[in-house]
């Protein structure tokens, strides 16, 4: 049951999380475009059209619509490979970091409310209550 516990919890946090993105002023992302966003920003080395569409199981398509909706954003931009011109590389913006820092922080507050109610905090607080 702590696994399901945990997941339900999970779920809330993603939930919160959402819902702190979408009522906030600025870009609404989908979930694919969320997707290729985090991908470009955690996951270090170059990224490509071709390597996104592979690493997320989607179409080439798919991504550069994606990367289309980031580069109206600022939140990623495409470049051509200077040495394979046939490829093209994304790459970060400021405006992409501070969207990453901000989603941080909505993840961190989202996440205070079950870090106060996991078994071990509800103990504490018996034994405090008790105490």
Known sequence: MAASQQSD???GI???????????DGPDLSARQLG???????????????????????????ITRALD?????????RKVDPMDRRSVLVQRTL???AFLRDLR?????????????TPAAEERRSRSSHG
């Open 9 to 11: 919890q999970m779920v």
């Open 14 to 24: 993603l939930r919160d999380t959402i819902v702190a993105l979408v009522r906030r």
């Open 36 to 62: 290729v966003f985090l991908t470009c920003y955690l996951q270090d080395g170059a990224h490509t059209v071709r390597g996104l569409a592979a690493d997320l199981n989607v179409s080439k398509p798919a």
């Open 69 to 77: 909706r980031l580069g109206e954003l600022d939140l990623a931009r």
């Open 95 to 97: 405006k992409g970091a």
């Open 105 to 117: 922080s909505i993840m961190n507050e989202a996440t205070a409310p079950a870090r106060k109610s």
